[in-house]
């Protein structure tokens, strides 16, 4: 995979791990931590209103207590009076104490006084409150054996209900009786406490099932809370305190979580990029332009130069590190080409005349560039006349020089793209492009007239000729030249042995004619002379009458 993909798909990652992160701790650690601070307030309220309660018993007691311990009220029980009943036992005053029942028992739980407010209805319907004469079994007076308040279930609701005994003022005994208060706990009551709290709730009265308060979030704006509230009477009933509730706390945590998790978004892909691109700049970018460099060094044949970047860090010192290898490199490759070519050069060419050898020209027949000259082409082959003479007569060190100071003739009687090769002894093969058979013989003539006019040998004072033979052919095809250049410079040498066989120092050509294919050329000299005279050969030579030459080996 590339460095870039890598590095996205890093980023990418990086990316998801943060937001997942991120909503792994909001979902896992803080939503629920503000549910269970709901929770608690919840439970909180619920034990308000149950306190509430409480206190309004309380309340409801101190009255009995108030009245229970009065005078008016013990003599009263003793002895009814029509002023203690006109001046104290009214609807008002009961109302005026924000109580809706009260009950007077005399000694022998009897009900003396029975007074309510309207909404209690007929209390002949209230099972806990009917009758006249009360048993020491009646709840009323078994329950409040050890406690003097409490709420009782009635058919006609739940009553926050107290009792007290008649006492003097003194609270001395024995009671003459017992004073009850009662408030019914209806919505008038429910939604006073509910203003004094500044809380919403309802309560009613339901089967029994559990008492354990529970809260209960219904969506993210809305939460409910269950509480109960036991009765002293009753085993199947309780009052169930409901509150509904917004939850703009959780409301505001989960728009404050929204913003947040947006923000975590937009920073970290803003991140993401910074160091994407930050990345990409300081250590991709010149990664793959080192890796670049290295590449077009690797691949390229004229070894280019590193280019340094120009940095106060690693990866400008690598850089560095690299342009100086590259250098180092750069060096030994060139020394290395050079090397080789001295190499090549020299397994080219031959020591003593400094011309190509046999095996240049070999290399050089074989590729098909050479032949993509097409046209008239001739190749010459030269030959010193009885040069055996001059090595036998003055020594080989002197025929060396001859060979060299032949050498120099031949170059200076050819063209520089001519390609002059020493191909064995004193032997010299010359190819010649773009060459016919006309210019041949004025090339043949003027070697051979420079060579007979030279003098030769360390004192230059010898005189030596040269025979000349040439063949020239029309070269079509690359293909035709790369198969056939070997019988090409056959038919070449049969001409220097005619030129040899008919009297040295001179010259002989050979043209091809029609009939002339490749492939067909002649390869014994007599043949020569069959195919000039069946005209597939064009001669030519200086010879007075080239028609009497000898063609017999
Ligand atoms: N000094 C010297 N002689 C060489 C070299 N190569 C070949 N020769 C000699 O060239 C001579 C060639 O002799 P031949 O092949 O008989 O030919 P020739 O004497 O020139 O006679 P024709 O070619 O028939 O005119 C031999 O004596 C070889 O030893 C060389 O590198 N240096």
Redesign the pocket.
Request: charged residues 45%; negative net charge.
């Given at each position: 995979m590339k460095l870039t993909k890598k590095l996205i798909l890093g980023e990418i990652i990086f990316f998801l791990l943060l937001m997942g992160g991120v909503f792994f701790a909001v979902f896992t650690f803080v939503l629920p931590e503000i549910r269970a601070i709901e929770r608690q307030g919840h439970l909180k309220n619920l034990a308000k209103i149950e306190h509430a309660f409480q206190n309004e018993l309380e309340r409801i007691k101190i009255a009995t207590i108030d009245w229970g311990e009065w005078d008016d009220t013990y003599e009263y029980v003793v002895k009814p009076s029509r002023d203690y009943e006109e001046s104290n036992l009214l609807v008002d005053s009961i109302e005026d104490l924000k109580v809706d029942l009260l009950i007077i028992l005399n000694r022998d739980h009897q009900v003396i006084s029975k007074l309510h407010t309207e909404k209690m209805g007929s209390l002949e319907r209230i099972n806990l409150l009917k009758g006249q004469n009360w048993s020491h079994s009646h709840p009323l007076l078994q329950y409040f054996s050890d406690n003097d308040s409490a709420i009782f279930f009635t058919e006609k609701g739940p009553l926050l209900l107290a009792r007290h005994p008649i006492l003097t003022s003194q609270s001395t005994g024995p009671a003459n009786g017992y004073l009850f208060f009662a408030r019914l706990l209806d919505n008038e009551f429910t939604e006073h406490v509910s203003s004094s709290l500044e809380l919403g709730f309802t309560a009613s009265l339901v089967d029994k099932t559990t008492l354990q308060p529970s809260v209960e979030f219904i969506n993210d704006d809305l939460s409910h809370a269950v509480g109960y509230q036991q009765l002293a009477n009753s085993v199947d009933k309780v009052i169930q305190l409901d509150i509904e509730q917004p939850r703009p706390f959780y409301h505001q945590a989960m728009n404050a979580t929204k913003i947040s998790l947006l923000a975590v978004f937009i920073i970290g892909l803003m991140a993401c990029f910074a160091t994407y691109f930050m990345l990409k700049k300081i250590l991709v970018n010149p990664i793959i332009l080192l890796q670049k460099q290295a590449e077009l060094f690797t691949k390229s044949e004229g070894k280019p130069a590193f280019s340094v970047l120009q940095r106060d860090d690693e990866i400008g010192a690598l850089s560095t590190s690299f342009a100086e290898m590259a250098k180092e490199l750069s060096n030994d490759f060139n020394r290395l080409e050079q090397e080789r070519d001295e190499l090549e050069n020299a397994s080219h060419t031959d020591a003593?005349t400094n011309l190509k050898n046999r095996r240049y020209l070999e290399e050089l027949m074989h590729s098909e560039d050479t032949w993509k000259a097409k046209g008239d082409w001739t190749i010459f082959t030269l030959?010193?006349?009885?040069?055996?003479?001059?090595?036998?007569s003055y020594g080989?060190?002197v025929?060396?020089v001859?060979?060299q100071q032949f050498s120099k003739v031949i170059t200076q009687n050819f063209r520089e793209q001519d390609i002059v090769v020493r191909s064995g002894?004193?032997e010299f093969t010359v190819i010649c492009r773009q060459t016919d058979q006309q210019t041949a013989n004025s090339i043949a003539e003027r070697l051979r007239l420079a060579t007979e006019m030279k003098t030769f040998g360390k004192d230059n004072n010898l005189r030596i000729t040269c025979?000349i033979g040439f063949f020239t052919m029309n070269i079509m095809s690359a293909e035709a030249g790369l198969k056939y250049w070997q019988s090409m410079i056959k038919v070449s040498d049969l001409a220097l042995y005619a030129a040899?066989h008919n009297g040295?120092n001179t010259w002989v050509g050979l043209n091809c004619l029609m009939g002339c294919e490749h492939g067909t050329y002649p390869k014994e000299l007599p043949d020569i002379g069959t195919w000039i005279k069946e005209r597939k050969l064009q001669l030519s030579s200086p010879k007075a009458n080239p028609e009497e030459m000898i063609w017999s080996a």
């Open positions: 003593l030959d010193l006349d009885h040069f055996k003479k001059v090595n036998d080989h060190d025929g060396d001859v060979l002894g004193e025979s040899k040295r």
